[in-house]
């Protein structure tokens, strides 16, 4: 239903996007505190907010995000001097996504559904 997207994406919600970044040259400490700490992006004008994040390869980095801006990722990394090659989301709040190839859908589960109206209450559609 359109109202449980508008809810889950929107980003003064705070639900967590979780995803899985390539980036074209070693992943430094000083990367991941940064990031970490949020990034000023000036051509928006704002720092993004605090976010989890953790080395999982050489070039590679799994981040969870609870802001949604356009092409986040992809700014706050070139703003620290990388470019993302690959990016792929693997999760939204509690809902899997990493075996779902692109473009596809499926249900979801009746215990997703469950947890997905517990965390969904007092959340803004629109």
């Known amino acids: 239903d359109g109202n449980i997207v508008n809810k889950i994406l929107r980003a003064s919600n705070n639900h967590e996007k979780e995803y899985i970044v390539e980036v074209n040259r070693p ?3 000083d990367f991941l505190l940064k ?3 949020g990034v000023l992006l000036p051509e928006l004008e704002m720092t993004t907010r605090k976010c989890e994040i953790e080395r999982i ?3 590679k980095f799994k981040i969870i ?3 949604g801006l356009n092409r986040q990722i992809r700014r706050m990394c ?3 001097g990388y470019r993302v090659l690959t990016l792929k989301r693997v999760r939204i709040m509690n809902i899997e996504l990493d075996q779902l190839a ?3 859908w499926r249900h979801l589960t009746y215990k997703e559904m469950q947890q997905l109206d517990k ?3 007092g959340s803004v559609k629109n």
């Open 119 to 121: 965390l969904l209450k």
């Open 35 to 37: 990031m970490g700490a």
């Open 57 to 59: 390869g050489k070039f």
């Open 102 to 104: 692109t473009g596809n």
């Open 27 to 29: 992943i430094s400490k």
């Open 65 to 67: 995000l609870t802001q």
């Open 78 to 80: 070139e703003n620290l």
